[in-house]
């Protein structure tokens, strides 16, 4: 398929948070699945970008760039100076292997690579995730071969010489995998009605306290299956909370297979971060989204209320829910199957196929990479 394969060399970086992380694993799958082997990873080894990426046999290369502080003070001092640092290393990380092309997910933690980007005239594509891109995308698009962003409300924001807007790259799982397999595999019988509620790999306070009620209001109910992810932090707590797990209830601190939790439920209850987002219009669910209210640039609630207009979800304040309001909102379309299908039906118009293979090929076009 592709001429010279062997000789190409990617970068690709972005940490932090799982929707600069996962975009990543999925060009990198990508980019295997096209025959590419010379693949590097820039991330922070602090971070959980480590695990998932040294799990994918990617080499990974540590920068010890964290988030600026927003305060004046020592911590950001040290901040100055990490930053340094990372830039100086991925100097050296460039210079020894000598990247055709790097992909950025935005974040602090691809800033180093982006500058050095600039500064070695490395090509360099962007892509980010938001409604509202964070600054390191919004600092350095201007130097991109191209900038893909997820939402079109994005590109005002953007002075870049060429935009895209194919969706968030995500596991190929999300479009292959069944309804009904995803089921069998975590023993749910295909007649329940499951819901999945979800925080984000680190757990969310508000929707863990809201998911705790629900559970103990429905754990009676052998129509209703649940499923919870906790969050790692969080799994403790909420096991201590809620005494013995219903029988009806999965809970866990993270699923690996994301996309088994996300095909086997009727609804999902998750924060408004784009990959959750892009992850559960890929499935074709409606949610309920509830935006962390303190994100960077308030891109949360932006996202959401995004995918409110388009019908695909709806909206919850995180001051407004509470165990006592999740009820309300899941009985309710328990009860409405036709309000629950028509939001199932707006979300499948959001997703038609995997955008993956389409950000891939701007890589490879800055890249030099002849067509077979």
């Not at 924060?271 to 949360?300: N, T, W």
């Amino acid at each position: 398929m592709q001429k010279k394969q062997h000789t190409k060399t990617f970068f690709l970086t972005g940490g932090g948070t799982g929707g600069h992380i996962y975009p990543c694993v999925s060009i990198i799958n990508e980019l295997k699945n096209n025959g590419f082997k010379n693949i590097f990873y820039i991330g922070n080894s602090k971070n959980p970008e480590f695990d998932i990426i040294t799990a994918l046999n990617v080499p990974f290369l540590n920068v010890p760039v964290f988030g600026m502080p927003r305060k004046p003070g020592l911590k950001l001092l040290k901040w100055i100076v990490l930053l340094l640092v990372s830039i100086f290393k991925c100097l050296g990380y460039a210079i020894k292997h000598k990247p055709d092309v790097v992909f950025a997910t935005g974040g602090y933690v691809s800033a180093p690579m982006v500058i050095c980007a600039n500064m070695l005239k490395i090509p360099y594509v962007m892509h980010d995730s938001d409604a509202h891109p964070g600054i390191v995308t919004r600092s350095f698009s201007f130097g991109a071969e191209v900038v893909n962003l997820a939402f079109l409300e994005a590109n005002k924001f953007i002075k870049a010489k060429k935009i895209t807007n194919f969706k968030n790259p995500v596991r190929n799982e999300f479009f292959t995998v069944s309804r009904d397999e995803a089921r069998a595999e975590l023993g749910i019988p295909l007649d329940k009605f499951c819901v999945l509620i979800m925080g984000g790999s680190q757990g969310a306070k508000t929707i863990n306290e809201a998911a705790i009620g629900f559970i103990k209001h429905f754990k009676y109910d052998e129509n209703v299956r649940i499923i919870f992810q906790t969050g790692k932090k969080n799994f403790d707590d909420v096991k201590k909370s809620l005494g013995d797990i219903p029988e009806n209830t999965i809970a866990a601190p993270y699923f690996d297979k994301m996309y088994l939790p996300v095909l086997a439920a009727d609804i999902v209850v998750s924060r408004a971060g784009s990959l959750s987002i892009s992850e559960i219009l890929a499935a074709r669910k409606p949610s309920v989204l509830v935006p962390y209210p303190y994100a960077a640039a308030d891109h949360q609630r932006v996202n959401a209320r995004e995918i409110e207009k388009l019908g695909a979800s709806l909206y919850v304040e995180d001051s407004e829910l509470n165990g006592d309001t999740l009820i309300e909102i899941i009985s309710g379309l328990i009860s409405n199957r036709e309000k629950l299908d028509g939001i199932a039906l707006n979300a499948s118009k959001c997703v038609t196929e995997n955008p993956t293979g389409k950000i891939l090929e701007l890589i490879l076009n800055a890249a030099d990479v002849d067509k077979a």
